[in-house]
C-alpha cells in the first residue's frame, strides 16, 4: 500500500516557495554576517602582530643604544 505523493494546492505550493525564498535570503544574511566577523577577526590578528614587531623593533633599537 504505497500512497502517491500528493502534489499541494495552489495556496500551499506559494506558501511553501515564499519560505523557501525566504530561507535562501537568510542564509545569504547569516553567510555575510559571517564574513564580517572574519574580516573583523582578521583585522585584530593583523593588529596583534603589528604589535609584537613594534615591541621587538623597540627591544632592538634600546639593546643597540
Request: glycine share 4%; proline share 3%; aromatic share 4%.
Amino acid at each position: 500500500m504505497t500512497e502517491q505523493p500528493r502534489i499541494p494546492d495552489e495556496k500551499t505550493r506559494k506558501r511553501l516557495s515564499n519560505n523557501l525564498r525566504k530561507s535562501i535570503f537568510q542564509l545569504q544574511e547569516f553567510g555575510l554576517q559571517l564574513e564580517e566577523i572574519e574580516a573583523g577577526l582578521e583585522k585584530h590578528i593583523r593588529e596583534q602582530k603589528r604589535n609584537r614587531l613594534e615591541k621587538v623593533r623597540q627591544k632592538m633599537e634600546e639593546s643597540s643604544n
